[in-house]
Each structure stands twice: as structure tokens, then as C-alpha cells.
């Protein structure tokens, strides 16, 4: 037996190593796409600026752009398919930073790209020891004010308890992600200081009108007052959070001052219930996945909570959990019947990123059938300019989204980063793009930050993650930018900005005197490249370090030239 | 002895290959879309259809499994979905870190351990045995995730400013930056099995700093080892010292031992030179078992001191449904487990005579 199975084995390796030999490339391994240049794609200029265009032959693909391109060095104009008011505060998103063109092709698209990122931000990136630490100089050709502490180094640790040992240890100077049982912790110590993040997301209970009785208003709002949602927050969520009173947050723009929800009203709620015969005798599901997020901190603790809240108006609710992605799939096909649990966090901060994707016409069938007023306010939102024009057409989506109540909004999870004492101008970004240039760690060199997890990579068009995005905020730049403590969108490479009327074409005059890190100058060529090799999928920089692109797919609606899907 | 090892290396293939399938189809298993999972649940369809386009993960299962194995062959491990990047890579970058901390913590564990269970069994049914027992059985009992914060607490927070203070986490103080051996040494030239050698080595920072006489970075991250590996070393050493207890007490009662002690030799010899080289057999095999565990289970030490290691980045693998890298950390661990179970039976040879490998 034994020497049957030696033999096998030798005839086995003899096999591998032949079969090894003619192994075919893996699937990851597949020949690239045929690099097809669009309609008037141009190289890169050497001499005098000569002004790069790139377009699509058309606007049949789906997409945002329809073109790109430097109308003189220090011009660039974009015009799209269709008007997009909430353009700049996406071109402000850091996945959408500024290369240098030439240092774009002469990475070929990826590779130093990735981990030597040339960008034209107040700090540089000096080392990355892969699973130790990042270490940032300041840049000191930086167009703005100069960083204040001269080295910013990331560390990380993925549990709360070892972040704030660091911190309390004094070898970081600030973390993030204080655990929810920490906060008091930090708060009482004269050593450290607490910087509370409020929820730019938003937890609610979703409610799909295509299965009766929640077909009926009068049912839904019945609902909206049987929820304690202040009840919920203070025992399940860390301080921070806040009671949701609508779907937008307050710190996003589109969010309506004084606009409140229903009040809570359990004895109202069941009349109403008992009125439209859905009392006595209701039984229905509150769905949700066990997945943690910062807008619902403990899933399976606050869908028993409002289950218990439903049973004292007499409605049964039985408790089902879903695999996330069998979940997600499920609510977005509108197939769960009963209330679903889900939230949102902000890509960008933008009413449109809240309200028009969750209700807008082209929403998914999470709550059923859309509501025709509601696409009203949102168009005419999306088709004024400036903030003052759009605000009111969102106060009416607002109003709109309570009365016919397609889910009840019910928090905005909060968190905190905490720092040493003595850093000065410690603050914890609402959207986690913290600048440190702005903080002073009480006159040290060397700012430390410890957070969650290592950056995956620092070419940031090609990723999602925030950790990573953060490290990226520190040495890349776009052209324009999130106000660091507001959320606000301010000049960044680009001072001034602006739309014809009907802002399909978006006009970015960019600062003199802007350097990367390699010494060039910024010029309006290298923000068409930066954006034409994230747009065009066809094209030979189109690379990046998995080549997804997802930030841009998703926030301008596909790639040119993408491959078709299946 | 050439023949046994060969035959135990060719019997190995066949196992390797299995191991390969099953955790080929056990990642596939894992509930859950790897897209979203990689991407972040708000990718769209078109985005993820590209991806598994892309990753070959549209695909049936015998197909990308002929594709993956093809590549295995021919020494590719395929790249990791999340980083993008070679598994051989990340690998090189964290397999040493696991090393340098499993070696140490063995080490730590062997002699600590030893040393208890040969008091114990010397000293049987004493106060000083049911002291020694006591303090191997809580190092079994007390979870590592809780000795290990207690610790970082004590080391770092409590005895801060004092001349026993130890770093929390990480394996150099910040901002240190190490150069590798080959930058060191100025041949940064230099290709093949060397530099790959000393690529590696270059991870573990102790040998790095020995190597390339930067005594700062040897020190630091030799201070930054001292609490995992000690957290580390508290179950293996239980166990060393528990099953040298017993298997001393065994030995101890064997004829032989009253001969040797008839014979007029003091305890001390009795002790060292006949009876612990046959109570090391049973005390060997554990070793071997352990340490095959300490390169794949030190995911709470490694997670609790901020290391990352093989252990953790297969764990975040699993979390992330990152196939290329679970079935790559997988396979590497395998093939250690197996090269140290044949180590350890060479060993046995060593430690007994009798005993002949054929």
C-alpha cells in the first residue's frame, strides 16, 4: 500500500511538473483590452503647453462626461452628458486627486503610482514599511501654509482597547475609533481629549409600499410614531449620535433646519392601526444583517429593541437575519416584505448623494413605488447652482419624504477620535478626511496618528477604503476641497469655479504656483489626465493598482469604453 | 536517513495538493460576495461584473481551480483580491514577523517550560510542584487576549515613565525608518536566492539590526518583543511544562533510573543525562505541534500588539473573502507544518538510538 502511494506520488510530480510547464495564465492573468484611444485623445505635451482634449464620441455609454479638456494652463472645462449640480462636491472627493501627467505615464498607470504617490499636498510620503507604519515629511514647496508638525506618522491596530493603551501609553498623539465603553475613559483623563465625529449617515427602518399593509400612508405614519428613536440612541448608540429627524443629516448639505419628525406616540399609533384594520392581529419581519456599521453599532440588540417596541401596540414581529449581500440584494430588488433595517454613509457631501439616490427616480425598489412629488423637488433641487436655490427644493423633499414616510429615520451614528491634550487644533473629521497639517502636537516634531487599519494603497482614484483615503488626503490634492471641520466645498488646486445654466459644463480655473512633489508644475493637461485615465477603461494608463475605479464608475455613472456587462 | 526524508517529501505532495483543494473550495464556500467585500458594499453591478470578470471569478469552480493550480505549479501564488498585489509579496513581508515572534516564544516557552515541569517532577507532590503546576495551568486558563491587554496596560500605561515600561504595540518606536540588509550592505544589485534570503531576513528587524550594526533598531524591536512574545509563549509553555512533569515522572520510575542511581551518580546526572533524554521524546512532538500552531494561531498576540503577521492577514483574508491570499497563506502554512513534523521525527532519532528511520 505504502509503495503504491510512493509510486502515485512520483508519477504525480512527474505529472505537476510537466503540467506546471504548459500552465496556462491564470484568469487574473487575462490579456488586456485592446487600448482603443478616443476621439480626440492627445499625448501629453513636451515644450510649449499644448492643451489636451479627450472626449467620447458620444453620450450612448451612460456616463457623466462628455468631455475633458485644458481650454488654456491653467483652464480646464468639463462637460457633461447631463446637468450635475452636486459636480463640484464630487470632484472635491479624494479619489478624484491631481497627478502630475507625466509622472502618471511614466508609472505607466500603477505601480509607483501606488506606493510612491507624487502629489501636490502638504506632506510627502517618506517610507511605508508595509504593516509597521507610514511616515509623511512636510513638503515645503507647499502652496498653502506649511504643515505644523515637520513628520506625520500612521500606525495602526485593529482593536479600540490597543489603540487607547497607545494613546494613554503617550507613544501615538491621537486615534481613531474610540470604543463606544471608552469615551467616559478619555473624557476623564486631564491627559487626553475627546473629538467627537457626528454622523454624516443615517440608520433607518425601511418600509416597501408594495406589500399591504404598508401600500397604506396612514399605516406607514402610524408606524413612524410607534418607534422610540430616542430610546434607541441612548442605549445603543455612543454619544455623538444624534436622533434622526429626517434622512438627511445635519451635516450634509440638503439637511432642513426645524423640519422634525413625527413624535413618538404609541397609544396614537395603535388607534390609527386599529382604524385602517391593521389591529388587532398584525404580524409581520423586521430583516436586517449582522453587520456592524457606524450607523447601527449593535444590528441585533436595536432590531430586538424595536421589536419589543412594536409588541407593546400589539404588533407580532419575528426577527430575521440575512447574509449582507443576500440582504442588500433582496431590499434593493424590493423583495422584503415587512420593515428592513439599513442606513447610509455619505460618499460625498451632497443632498444628492442621500436623497436622489435613495429617492429619486432612478432609486432602487427598496420602498416600492417611487413618489412622484418627491422626483419633482429633487429635479428641481438638481438644476439650481448655488446652495441658497437648491436648499428650499430640498426643505420640500424633506417635508415630502415625512409625510409619505418610506422608512423612519432613526439615528446618525456618531464616533470619536481622541488625542493628546496638548495637540492643539485636534478635531475629528465628519467625513474622516482629518488634516494634520492644521494640528500642532504640543511643539513635538512628529504627530503619530494611530487608526484602524493599514492604507491598502496611495493611489486613492482606485480605492475605497476610508483608511486608506485618509493617508491619501495628506499628500494628494484635488481640485477642490471639503472645509476641514464643516464639510463645506472650498478652493483647493482650483480657486474659482463655476457652470453655465444648465450646468452641463463645468469651468475650473486652477492656483499659479502649484508644485508636486516631484518639482512640476501644475497645469490644466494634468487634471485631464488625471481624470481621463480613470474615465476611458480603454486606455493604457487606465490601470491603477486592481484597475476597479469604483468611486468613479459609481459617483459618474460608468467608464467609457467599459467592457459590457454580463 | 537521505531515503526517509525523500520518501516523507514525496508521501508530503500528495497531502500539499489536498490541502490546496480543500481550502480552494472552502474559500468558495464563504458566504457572501467578494466583490463587495473587496470594493465595499456600494460598488455597483457594472463595477463588480468587471471585477469578477477581471479576478476570473465568473468562472466555474474547476476551471479557476485549474487555472490557480497551473499557477501554484510554477511557484505564482496568485495575486491577494483586497491589495491587489502578489500573494509572494505579502507573504515575504509577513511571514518573518510570525517567524521572529514564534521562534522567540517557543524558545522562551521551551526553557521556561522545561524548567518548571523538571522542578515539578523533582520536587513531586511538594508545595513547590503545586506551585509550578498552578502557574503552567493559568497560563492554559487565562485567555491570551486577556493577558495580553493586561499586560500592554501594566507595561506601557501603569509603569510609564519608570525604567520598566514597554511599548503596547508595533514593532519599532515611530517613525524609524529601517533600511533593508541589501540597502545596508550597498548591494542593492544583488538578485537570486540571496537577496531573496535577505530580503527576508531584512523583516525581522532584531537580525536586521544585528546584521547591519544599527543597534537602535535591534534594541527597539527587540524592547517592542518582549510583551507578545511572552503573552505568546504562556500556552506552550504550560504545556511543555505539563507534559515534562509527566513524562519525567514516567521515566523516573523505569528500572534503568535505579541503576544509575545504584551505580552511585549524583541526581543531577540521574536527571540530565538519562532521564530527560528519554522524557523528551513525548516533550519533542509537542514542540513540533506548537510551533506549527504558533505560525498559524498567533492571530489574538498578533492582533493585540499590532503586528502583522500571517496569522492576522489571514484572518482579515477570511474577513474579507480574499481568496488568493487565504489559499496562499494556507498552502505556506501546510508546508511548514509538514517540514516541522519531519523534523521532528528526524529528531527522535537523535534522541534515541533505538530508534532507526527507514
Same mark, same amino acid.
Given at each position: 500500500m505504502r509503495k503504491s502511494i510512493f509510486l502515485l506520488s512520483v508519477v504525480l510530480i512527474l505529472g505537476l511538473v510537466i503540467g506546471g510547464c504548459a500552465a496556462p495564465a491564470g484568469p487574473g492573468a487575462a490579456p488586456a483590452q485592446p487600448a482603443t484611444?478616443?476621439?480626440?485623445?492627445?499625448?501629453?505635451?513636451?515644450?510649449?503647453?499644448?492643451?489636451?482634449?479627450?472626449?467620447?464620441?458620444?453620450?450612448?455609454?451612460?456616463?457623466?462626461?462628455?468631455?475633458?479638456?485644458?481650454?488654456?494652463?491653467?483652464?480646464?472645462?468639463?462637460?457633461?452628458?447631463?446637468p450635475d449640480v452636486a459636480f463640484p462636491s464630487k470632484v472635491a472627493f479624494s479619489a478624484f486627486a491631481i497627478n502630475d501627467a507625466d509622472y502618471l505615464e511614466a508609472t505607466g498607470g500603477g505601480g509607483d503610482l501606488i506606493e510612491k504617490p507624487n502629489g501636490t499636498g502638504p506632506y510627502m510620503l517618506a517610507d511605508w514599511r508595509r504593516g509597521d507604519q507610514m511616515i509623511f515629511q512636510r513638503f515645503e514647496d507647499y502652496w498653502g501654509d506649511k504643515a505644523i508638525p515637520a513628520t506625520v506618522v500612521f500606525r495602526w491596530g485593529a482593536e479600540s482597547a490597543q489603540r487607547l493603551v497607545e494613546l494613554q501609553a503617550g507613544t501615538v498623539d491621537g486615534i481613531d475609533g474610540v470604543g463606544p465603553d471608552d469615551f467616559a475613559t478619555v473624557e476623564e483623563d486631564p491627559n487626553l481629549q475627546l473629538a467627537l465625529r457626528s454622523g454624516t449617515n443615517v440608520f433607518y427602518l425601511g418600509m416597501n409600499n408594495k406589500y399591504p399593509p404598508f401600500d397604506n400612508e396612514r399605516v406607514r405614519q402610524a408606524f413612524a410614531m410607534a418607534i422610540d428613536r430616542q430610546r434607541l440612541v441612548d442605549n445603543f448608540y455612543p454619544p455623538g449620535s444624534s436622533v434622526a429627524?429626517?434622512?438627511?443629516?445635519?451635516?450634509?448639505?440638503?439637511?432642513?433646519? *426645524?423640519?422634525?419628525?413625527?413624535?413618538?406616540?404609541?397609544?396614537? &399609533?395603535?388607534?390609527?392601526? =386599529?382604524? #385602517?384594520? !391593521?389591529?388587532?392581529?398584525?404580524?409581520?419581519?423586521?430583516?436586517?444583517?449582522?453587520?456592524?456599521?457606524?450607523?447601527?453599532?449593535?444590528? *441585533?440588540?436595536?432590531?430586538?429593541?424595536?421589536?419589543?417596541?412594536? &409588541?407593546?401596540?400589539?404588533? =407580532?414581529? #419575528?426577527? !430575521?437575519?440575512?447574509?449582507?449581500?443576500?440582504?442588500?440584494?433582496?431590499a434593493d430588488r424590493g423583495e422584503i416584505d415587512g420593515f428592513h433595517m439599513l442606513g447610509w454613509g455619505a460618499d460625498y457631501p451632497d443632498a444628492t448623494n442621500f436623497l436622489d439616490y435613495h429617492f429619486g427616480p432612478g432609486a432602487s425598489a427598496q420602498f416600492g413605488a417611487g413618489f412622484p412629488d418627491i422626483w419633482e423637488a429633487l429635479k428641481e433641487g438638481s438644476t439650481r447652482a448655488t446652495p441658497e436655490e437648491r436648499q428650499p427644493f430640498y426643505d420640500k423633499a424633506n417635508e415630502r419624504i415625512k409625510q409619505h414616510v418610506p422608512m423612519i429615520p432613526v439615528a446618525h451614528g456618531g464616533n470619536a477620535a481622541a488625542f493628546k491634550a496638548d495637540v492643539e487644533g485636534a478635531y475629528a473629521s465628519d467625513i474622516g478626511a482629518e488634516q494634520?497639517?492644521?494640528?500642532?502636537?504640543?511643539?513635538?516634531?512628529?504627530?503619530?496618528?494611530?487608526?484602524?487599519?493599514?492604507?491598502?494603497?496611495?493611489?486613492?482614484?482606485d480605492e475605497t477604503d476610508g483608511e486608506t483615503l485618509r493617508a491619501c488626503e495628506q499628500v494628494m490634492q484635488s481640485l477642490l476641497a471639503y472645509e476641514p471641520r464643516t464639510a463645506r466645498v472650498v478652493a483647493s488646486l482650483a480657486t474659482d469655479w463655476a457652470a453655465n445654466d444648465d450646468l452641463t459644463e463645468w469651468t475650473f480655473t486652477l492656483r499659479d504656483g502649484v508644485k508636486f512633489h516631484n518639482g512640476a508644475t501644475l497645469d490644466a493637461n494634468d487634471v485631464v489626465l488625471s481624470f481621463a485615465v480613470q474615465w476611458d477603461a480603454a486606455h493604457p494608463l487606465h490601470v491603477g493598482r486592481d484597475g476597479n475605479f469604483t468611486y468613479f464608475s459609481s459617483l459618474f455613472n460608468g467608464l467609457l469604453n467599459a467592457a459590457p456587462a454580463e | 536517513m537521505f531515503v526517509y526524508i525523500l520518501r516523507r517529501v514525496v508521501l508530503a505532495i500528495p497531502v500539499l495538493i489536498g490541502i490546496l483543494f480543500l481550502t480552494f473550495l472552502l474559500s468558495r464556500l464563504i458566504p457572501g460576495d467578494p466583490c463587495r467585500a473587496v470594493l465595499g458594499e456600494k460598488a455597483t453591478d457594472v463595477v463588480c461584473d468587471a471585477f469578477m470578470e477581471r479576478m476570473g471569478l465568473n468562472k466555474p469552480i474547476p476551471v479557476q481551480f485549474a487555472y490557480y493550480f497551473g499557477r501554484v505549479?510554477?511557484?505564482?501564488?496568485?495575486?491577494?483580491?483586497?491589495?491587489?498585489?502578489?500573494?509572494?509579496?505579502?507573504?515575504?513581508?509577513?511571514?518573518?514577523?510570525?517567524?521572529?515572534?514564534?521562534?522567540?516564544?517557543?524558545?522562551?516557552a521551551t526553557i521556561v517550560g522545561m524548567t518548571l515541569g523538571v522542578v515539578a517532577a523533582k520536587w513531586q507532590n511538594s508545595p513547590i510542584d503545586a506551585v509550578t503546576m498552578v502557574f503552567a495551568n493559568l497560563g492554559v486558563s487565562v485567555p491570551i487576549f486577556v493577558l495580553g491587554l493586561l499586560a500592554a496596560y501594566l507595561f506601557a500605561v501603569i509603569l510609564k515613565d519608570t525604567p520598566f515600561a514597554l511599548p503596547p504595540s508595533g514593532r519599532l518606536q515611530a517613525g524609524i525608518i529601517v533600511k533593508t540588509i541589501p540597502e545596508a550592505w550597498g548591494m542593492e544589485d544583488l538578485g537570486g536566492p540571496l537577496r531573496w534570503l535577505l530580503d527576508f531576513l531584512s523583516q525581522m528587524y532584531v537580525i536586521n539590526g544585528l546584521l547591519t550594526l544599527n543597534f537602535k533598531v535591534a534594541g527597539d524591536a527587540a524592547r517592542h518583543l518582549i510583551l507578545p512574545v511572552i503573552v505568546l509563549a504562556t500556552v506552550p509553555m504550560s504545556i511543555i511544562a505539563r507534559m515534562t512533569r509527566s513524562s519525567l515522572l514516567e521515566v523516573m520510575t523505569l528500572d534503568y533510573m535505579r541503576t544509575a542511581r545504584a551505580k552511585g551518580l549524583n541526581e543531577r546526572n540521574v536527571i540530565f543525562r538519562h532521564a530527560m533524554r528519554n522524557a523528551l521524546l513525548p516533550v519533542v512532538t509537542i514542540l513540533g505541534l506548537q510551533l506549527g500552531g504558533l505560525f498559524s494561531g498567533a492571530v489574538l498576540t498578533e492582533t493585540i500588539f499590532g503586528l502583522t503577521g500571517v496569522g492576522?492577514?489571514?484572518?482579515?483574508?477570511?474577513?474579507?473573502?480574499?481568496y488568493g491570499v487565504i489559499q496562499g497563506f494556507t498552502l505556506i502554512i501546510a508546508f511548514m507544518y509538514v517540514f516541522i513534523n519531519l523534523l521532528v521525527d528526524l529528531s527522535y532519532a537523535v534522541l534515541d538510538p533505538r530508534i532507526r528511520l527507514s
Open positions: 484611444e478616443a476621439a480626440g485623445a492627445a499625448a501629453a505635451p513636451a515644450g510649449p503647453f499644448e492643451p489636451m482634449v479627450y472626449a467620447a464620441e458620444n453620450c450612448d455609454y451612460g456616463g457623466l462626461f462628455k468631455s475633458m479638456e485644458a481650454v488654456d494652463e491653467k483652464t480646464v472645462k468639463f462637460t457633461l452628458c447631463y429627524t429626517q434622512f438627511m443629516p445635519p451635516a450634509i448639505f440638503g439637511y432642513s433646519e *426645524g423640519l422634525d419628525w413625527y413624535p413618538y406616540d404609541p397609544a396614537q &399609533a395603535k388607534q390609527i392601526l =386599529e382604524e #385602517e384594520g !391593521v389591529l388587532p392581529g398584525f404580524k409581520t419581519t423586521i430583516t436586517y444583517r449582522d453587520v456592524v456599521r457606524g450607523y447601527l453599532p449593535n444590528p *441585533g440588540i436595536v432590531a430586538q429593541d424595536i421589536q419589543a417596541q412594536l &409588541a407593546d401596540i400589539g404588533v =407580532e414581529v #419575528e426577527i !430575521v437575519q440575512m447574509e449582507s449581500g443576500a440582504f442588500l440584494d433582496a494634520f497639517a492644521l494640528m500642532n502636537p504640543g511643539g513635538r516634531d512628529t504627530l503619530v496618528w494611530m487608526q484602524n487599519a493599514e492604507p491598502i494603497g496611495l493611489y486613492c482614484a | 505549479l510554477t511557484g505564482d501564488l496568485g495575486n491577494s483580491l483586497r491589495f491587489g498585489r502578489p500573494v509572494t509579496d505579502m507573504l515575504m513581508e509577513r511571514l518573518p514577523v510570525t517567524i521572529e515572534l514564534a521562534l522567540l516564544s517557543l524558545l522562551v492576522r492577514t489571514l484572518f482579515d483574508a477570511i474577513s474579507s473573502r480574499d
